[in-house]
């Protein structure tokens, strides 16, 4: 049996973490689908399209590794893919309370899927979107932290300003 996974997601701006989980997913299962959440929240610095185009550029040599968008529950949103797996990445043991409640509302709305928690490579461990997002908008250097494609666009974004 081929094992399908899905590492949901707003990506708002994809970060190196997510990068790196979605690496070592595709190392794992036979495939592995980022799936990005349609409206996840209410004023986005990045476009669903622009989330999508970023995405699938940053994994364009990695063949089993899929874009796609989301609406509605995950776990409906696993069924129809035929995927068995929900892929979350831990960072630290504080992500670990809201993930947990989250992997056991979903086994307790389908018992079938189950989620794999992966740890990121440790330089990874202390970034999020929300925090690059804050830190770029303020002037400082986020390099290293996410693929050179989001640097660039937030840069295109804070000149337009
Ligand atoms: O990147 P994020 O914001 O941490 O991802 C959160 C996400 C998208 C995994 C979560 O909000 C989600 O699954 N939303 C879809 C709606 C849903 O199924 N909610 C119930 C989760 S128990």
Do not use: C, W
């Amino acid at each position: 049996m081929s094992t399908l996974a899905v590492y949901p997601g707003s990506f708002d701006p994809i970060t190196n973490g997510h990068v790196d989980i979605i690496a070592r997913g595709a190392r794992l299962f036979d495939r592995i689908i980022v799936a990005i959440l349609v409206n996840a929240e209410k004023s986005p610095l990045f476009s669903m399209a622009e989330r999508v185009e970023i995405a699938k550029a940053v994994f364009k040599d990695l063949p089993n590794v899929e874009v796609d968008t989301f609406e509605g529950l995950l776990v409906d949103y696993v069924e129809r893919r035929d995927a068995q797996v929900i892929v979350r990445g831990l960072r630290a043991v504080s992500d670990f309370e809201f993930e947990f409640q989250m992997a056991l509302m979903n086994r307790r709305l389908n018992d079938r899927i189950e989620t794999v928690f992966m740890m990121p490579a440790e330089k990874y461990s202390y970034i999020s979107s929300r925090l690059i997002k804050e830190v770029f908008t303020l002037g400082g250097r986020v390099h290293g932290l996410v693929p050179d494609m989001v640097e660039e666009r937030l840069r295109q974004k804070v000149t337009k300003k």
